[in-house]
């Protein structure tokens, strides 16, 4: 980004710092996944998207909630990680995938939360279900509340572990938001989403999610699999500090679940990068002072703004500047003063005030006096 440094004073004037015409163009990428969406999860900008708002089955991808109020309930004391809970009949006969608990057994919090996220265990599910609410239906309250709460509008949950039911559906979007709420919510507890294995009652099993085992800087979340909604996952990956996290479902094989969203974390790597714009340390100009101990003061962007965009387009962000013409004294320190306007292709236009750098004091009355004095003889 170019830089500028501006004296402005007599008028309120819009200055372009930055404006070119190359137009923003990202190579084009196709997905044999049904549904599927990439987010920067840093800015929540929208990468790819591909029926992102269809409301599907999740499988155990939904497992992500289950574990968020789990999570949550440790957080407010309900439970430790160190808690003991007591498996159910129900959580043991559990079909599908398990960790191989048996009714009676006494485990630990830990444990269950490996089996869940690791071995994507449903019986590992019903039994933290039934240790936070007491009942795997009333567990899926909660969940159905903390999906409104994070504004999960195409979602709906009925069970703890993602197995079939046609009132048991999400979208795209709504897993990717709550990974991401997660990831950012509870990072303490983010690192067993990275977990390549677990071994409890003698059986070792692998992390199902096979991105886990490729150098592509991938460290989560969840996969998920049934014969009505096919192959998917929730995969995310943090290279050079920008986290990008992309969901796919529908897909025909476990071949595919890999290879899929493999690409399309290479592309959007490849294809958008992050670019910083405006500096808080850094004055972009002057606004005159009247009457003031001093006749200008340096006015300074109030935050920086990053932003995710496809690296053929990040000349063609234009920042506008305008700042008062001029500003009776005193002056304090973060006034704002003015305002930056940054025109970005596709998106809505971001404001950002500018604010004075320093507190400016006000002449006293005679030298006040003189200076008007001046000015209304034409002198000032």
């Known amino acids: 980004m170019k830089r500028c440094l501006i004296t402005l ?46 409301k599907m089955p999740t499988s155990s991808m939904s497992k992500v909630m289950s574990m968020f109020i789990v999570f949550d309930a440790i957080r407010q004391g309900k439970l430790s990680l160190d808690s003991i809970v007591t498996v159910s009949d129900a959580a043991r006969s559990q079909v599908g995938s398990r960790m191989f608990i048996n009714a009676g057994q006494k485990v630990k919090v ?10 994507s265990g449903n019986d590992a599910s ?43 559906y999400s979208s795209a979007r709504d897993l990717a938001t709550l990974s991401i709420a997660l990831i950012k919510t509870f990072p303490e507890y983010y690192h067993f989403y990275s977990q ?97 101990l001093i006749p200008t003061v ?16 990040k000349e063609n962000v234009k920042i506008d500047y305008v700042v008062n013409a001029e500003t009776p004294a005193p002056i304090t320190k973060g006034q704002v003063l003015g305002k930056a306007t940054l025109t970005v292709p596709n998106k809505p236009p971001i404001e950002v005030a500018l604010l004075a750098v320093e507190d400016v004091g006000k002449l006293a009355l005679p030298q006040a006096l003189w200076v008007k004095f001046k000015r209304a003889i034409g002198k000032e």
């Open 110 to 119: 830990e444990d269950l939360v490996q089996g869940v996220i690791v071995q």
């Open 298 to 313: 340096k006015v300074t962007p109030e935050r920086s703004v990053q932003l995710c965009l496809p690296r053929s387009a």
């Open 196 to 292: 390549k294995e677990f071994t409890f009652n003698g059986i070792k099993q692998g992390n199902r999610n096979p991105l886990l085992y490729r150098n592509i800087d991938v460290d989560g979340v969840k996969t998920g699999h049934t014969d009505v909604a096919g192959y998917g996952l929730i995969s995310s990956a943090l290279r050079e500090g920008r986290r990008i996290v992309v969901v796919v479902n529908g897909l025909s094989s476990m071949q595919e679940r890999a290879d899929e969203p493999a690409k399309l974390i290479e592309w959007a790597y490849r294809e958008f990068g992050m670019y910083s714009f405006l500096n808080p340390e850094e004055a972009i100009g002057e606004v005159k002072i009247w009457l003031g």
């Open 126 to 168: 019903v039994a933290l279900a039934e240790a936070v609410s007491g009942t795997e239906a009333s567990f899926a309250e909660l969940m159905n509340a903390k999906a409104q709460e994070l504004g999960l509008k195409n979602t709906h949950f009925t069970n703890a572990t993602g197995l079939p039911d046609p009132d048991h």
């Open 9 to 54: 004073a007599l008028l309120l004037l819009p200055l372009t710092a930055m404006a070119q015409e190359a137009t923003s163009v990202v190579s084009p990428l196709e997905t044999l996944a049904k549904q599927a969406i990439i987010v920067d999860a840093e800015t929540g900008d929208i990468l790819f998207e591909k029926e992102a708002d269809t």
